[in-house]
């Protein structure tokens, strides 16, 4: 492997045409998490390309990277590519997690979001329309713990396939998240570990139906749980 490196190059006048490139080869994440003080620990080798062109009251961005041998918060992210295509009033984000052919989660969306660099600031368009789709057959539950600061300690599998649309204001789901084999042991709950844990829920448009989620506490508690219910997503304020 050739040496790590980062290009900056360009210019973004006040006024006139913008013409900012970067691009980043094998770049190590620790350094730059060490640099910044970046929470989660990343760790990995960066890959990138990024280009800015347009004007500042009508930018267009681009941007594509690879992130491999990924780590956050202790957990194995394998290989994470993602693409973002930004201009007039909308931004394209693609990702795929995964080395292989056949990656663990494919996600891909289209927000309102309007890009301005001239003082007017960037903002979702609340009436702006969403759309994408997430999905994932095999989604380790070890993931959550990227989000939540390793709080859960889950495991297990999640199946995924859900379809966005709607607004930013107003968004919308269909489709299902299945879990099986799962196992949480809550920092807050101290040594309390919940196993078997399973769960079914469909997401149908602004409503939620939770059909089953269950769970048994840790041995020697004997306890039991299980959770079934409706739920309506109201409207957002933006």
Excluded: K
């Amino acid at each position: 492997a050739g040496p790590s490196s980062v290009a900056l190059a360009g210019a973004m006048p006040a006024e006139g045409a913008l013409d900012l490139r970067l691009r980043t080869v094998d770049f190590p994440l620790r350094d730059v998490a060490e640099l910044l003080n970046l929470p989660g620990e990343p760790r990995g080798r960066l890959w990138s390309t990024a280009s800015l062109t347009g004007s500042r009251a009508a930018p267009d961005l681009e941007a594509d990277a690879e992130w491999r041998g990924g780590m956050l918060r202790g957990v194995a992210l394998d290989t994470l590519r993602a693409r973002a295509r930004a201009a007039a009033d909308a931004v394209r984000l693609d990702a795929t997690l995964g080395a292989g052919a056949r990656p663990t989660l494919v996600a891909e969306a289209v927000l309102p979001l309007v890009l301005g660099l001239d003082g007017s600031g960037s903002r979702f368009d609340g009436e702006g329309p969403i759309a994408g789709r997430v999905q994932s057959d095999s989604l380790g539950l070890e993931l959550l713990q990227t989000l939540t600061g390793g709080t859960l300690a889950a495991r297990g599998t999640m199946a995924l396939d859900l379809t966005l649309g709607g607004t930013w204001a107003h968004p919308l789901a269909a489709g299902a998240l299945r879990v099986t084999n799962g196992s949480l042991a809550p920092a807050a709950l101290g040594n309390v570990r919940w196993g078997g844990v399973e769960a079914d829920i469909g997401f149908f448009g602004d409503s939620v139906a939770v059909r089953n989620i269950a769970a048994t506490s840790s041995a020697g508690r004997g306890g039991n749980a299980r959770l079934s219910g409706h739920l309506e997503i109201g409207r957002a304020h933006v």
